[in-house]
């Protein structure tokens, strides 16, 4: 049920591009990703639907593979502020609101 | 801007005991959701709520839990008989719609509960 998240952690230094990836064994509906700071709560990011809708954070992209059951979160030109820790999140089916975060990647980007 | 509140930020309790973590949403918002994070690990889903009952909940979410909106602006989470493994932190979060209608979820800055 809980997504895996590669890579666990990464290091990027500023202006740097980075790709996290969220993979589920199960059929998927959405894919949301939120991201964490240390000592914070998740703050919503994006969340990318089937059939291609999008809707989030104008400066960060994401892929949804539906067929692959797979989404893509990628940073691009990483600023200092983008470090935390990142967790997509899936609800399968639209079976309700029964949510799981991924396993989250750790990213740093240092100056 | 409107956001989720949560009170205590911090609450100890002896091994036990009985806790209550109270959490306001964002008032227009009409799905609540519990989760709980332990150091240094993922966040964890506990339970969802809609329209006074609960709508999904996991299989953390046992006996020992139970969730009120006893009134039109709380939302609280009971923790019967607190164990050790039970200290982490504790967000509350609510949304306009339904995870499953893909609507995002506002967190609150969480509240850390530690088991003595």
């Known amino acids: 049920q809980q997504p895996v998240q590669s890579p666990q952690a990464v290091i990027l230094r500023e202006g740097e591009d980075a790709v996290i990836n969220c993979s589920s064994s199960?059929?998927?509906?959405?894919v949301h990703w939120y991201r964490q700071k240390h000592g914070e709560a998740p703050v919503f990011l994006m969340i990318?639907?089937?059939?291609?809708e999008q809707k989030g954070h104008e400066k960060i992209s994401a892929s949804f593979n539906e067929k692959k059951q797979q989404s893509s979160l990628y940073l691009t030109a990483s600023q200092l502020s983008y470090s935390g820790t990142y967790f997509c999140?899936?609800?399968?089916?639209?079976?309700?609101?029964?949510?799981?975060f991924g396993t989250g990647t750790s990213l740093t980007v240092i100056p | 801007e409107p956001e989720v509140t949560q009170t205590p930020s911090h609450q100890v309790t002896q091994m036990g005991q009985e806790v209550i973590l109270r959490c306001v949403p964002i008032?227009?918002?009409?799905?609540f959701y519990w989760y709980r994070q332990i150091l240094g690990q993922k966040v964890e889903f506990l339970v969802s709520?809609?329209?006074?009952?609960?709508?999904?909940k996991s299989e953390i979410f046992d006996d020992q839990f139970s969730v009120e909106r006893p009134d039109g602006s709380n939302f609280t989470l009971k923790i019967r008989s607190t164990k050790l493994e039970d200290s982490a932190m504790y967000f509350c979060?609510?949304?306009?719609?339904?995870?499953?209608?893909?609507?995002?979820?506002?967190f609150g800055p969480g509240t850390r509960l530690t088991v003595t």
């Open positions: 979060a609510s949304s306009e719609g339904g995870t499953g209608s893909s609507y995002e979820q506002y």
């Open positions: 199960k059929a998927l509906y959405s």
């Open positions: 990318l639907l089937k059939g291609g």
């Open positions: 999140g899936t609800v399968e089916g639209y079976t309700g609101n029964q949510f799981y």
């Open positions: 008032s227009n918002h009409l799905y």
């Open positions: 709520f809609y329209n006074n009952e609960i709508s999904e």
